[in-house]
Nanobody, 115 residues
Framework: QVQLVESGGGLVQPGGSLRLSCAAS????????VTWYRQVSWKEREFVAT???????NYADSVKGRFTISRDNTKYTVYLQMNSLKPEDTAVYYC?????????WGQGTQVTVSS
């Protein structure tokens, strides 16, 4: 049973930072690409960042230079360091993996950027 658990969300002022975590179980974590998405309720879920098993990363243009994705295979965890946060970064953040062609999602963690 694949399980993904996101944590680290919260309320932060514009310009602040948060670090999100995605803890995985039920998969051989080190061989999987892990991707962060975010969703505002009235919009479609959008890609934020991804990291491959070999550590290759890719980012949405809207977060490049501000967000950093990383992984610790010994802890079965992927991180999303978010700096210089903006109100438009407010969303529920989800992590995602694919196993045998099937997508798995965590429950999400809310990030709110507001003064």
């Amino acid at each position: 049973q694949v399980q993904l658990v996101e944590s680290g969300g919260g309320l932060v002022q514009p310009g602040g930072s948060l670090r999100l975590s995605c803890a995985a179980s039920g998969i051989p974590f080190s061989i999987h690409t892990v991707t962060w998405y975010r969703q505002v309720s009235w919009k479609e879920r959008e890609f934020v960042a991804t990291i491959t098993s070999s550590g290759i990363t890719n980012y949405a243009d809207s977060v490049k230079g501000r967000f950093t994705i990383s992984r610790d295979n010994t802890k079965y965890t992927v991180y999303l360091q978010m700096n210089s946060l903006k109100p438009e970064d407010t969303a529920v953040y989800y992590c995602n993996v694919y196993k045998s062609g099937n997508p798995f999602w965590g429950q999400g963690t809310q990030v709110t950027v507001s003064s």
